[in-house]
């Protein structure tokens, strides 16, 4: 019996392992179940605002506790402060959940689904294996960010837009000049902006400290610009639809245009009046 290693014996986590595919998978569930869940209830605002503060509230209360006990009960500075992009990401889904608000829904969406998503592909996890403290905390928040930005999105019908695209990359440009200053003036890493995390991550592809951070500019912005293009290019085309909360036209009421037909409706109003203007000119 020496020689059977103990069924609770801590064992380390390992990329790639089964409890990071089955993390993969409950992700993936999950995702699928709030898409219908959120899709069910647009035609019921005051349903659909329920859930979205039920889940605010369920986010809330496992990200407080795991931020408090990393904050109080292992106070290590360059770890437990909740200066992380995730970390702000969770913060800012929970308001974006709560109240539905355009500058926290453009930082859960774009932070959520392009940066905290990174996560599940190489998770930056040094420690024991499911179910320990470090597995259930990290793969947790990281796993309500990415299924606040998608409920919100798929489900709920909120878009991004421009503007939204402007905030997230406003916000976190000037997040990545202060910690940059935090992390110089206290020795610490926060967004692994002074230098690239131990684990293999996408920062190896993008060349050595300094370039890597000026190269996660570029592509970010870009990354970020290729998926807010086909929201704002579909609401362009398709017709107007009230967002959530908004009044909904009666039956009575005819459908609104969409951009392209207003615009064509306008030349011929003003093509009709140039006609007519031109008819009731006496000749000579």
């Known amino acids: 019996m020496a020689d059977v290693e103990p069924l609770l014996a801590e064992r380390p986590f390992v990329p790639y392992g089964p409890s990071h595919w089955g993390t ?10 709030l ?6 209830y647009r035609g019921a605002p005051a349903v659909q605002r329920r859930c979205s503060r039920a889940f605010a509230l369920i986010f809330a209360a496992f990200l407080v506790p795991v931020e408090l006990y990393w904050l ?7 770890y437990s402060l909740p ?27 774009f932070w959520g689904l392009t940066l905290t998503s990174q996560a599940f592909l190489s998770p930056n996890l040094i420690g024991p294996d499911f179910p320990s403290l470090q597995f259930l905390s990290f793969f947790g928040i990281h796993s309500l960010v990415v299924w606040a930005g998608i409920y919100l999105t798929w489900g709920v019908g909120l878009r991004p837009d421009w503007r939204s695209y402007w905030t997230a990359v406003g916000t976190t440009l000037g997040w990545g000049v202060a910690m940059f200053t935090f992390n110089s003036l ?10 690239k995390p131990v684990v293999e991550s996408m920062l190896n592809l ?17 990354v970020w610009a290729l998926i ?15 967002g959530p909360g908004e009044p909904r036209p009666t039956p009575s009421d005819p459908p609104p245009a969409g951009r392209a037909e207003q615009e064509h409706a306008q030349y011929r109003v003003s093509s009709h009046s140039s006609t007519s203007l031109g008819d009731e000119t006496p000749s000579e």
């Open 35 to 40: 898409i219908v869940l959120g899709r069910r």
């Open 228 to 242: 807010t293009w086909p929201w704002v290019r579909q609401r362009d085309l398709l017709p107007a639809t009230p």
């Open 83 to 109: 200066l992380q992009l995730c970390d702000l990401a969770a913060i800012a889904a929970v308001w974006a959940l709560w109240s539905h608000s355009r500058p926290a829904f453009a930082l859960t969406y």
């Open 24 to 33: 993969i998978g409950v992700l993936i569930v999950g995702a699928a179940a």
């Open 206 to 222: 993008l060349g050595p400290w300094p370039w890597y951070l000026l190269s996660e500019v570029v592509l970010g912005a870009a």
């Open 72 to 78: 109080l009960v292992t106070p290590e500075i360059k």
């Open 186 to 195: 206290a020795g610490t890493n926060y967004g692994f902006l002074n230098t």
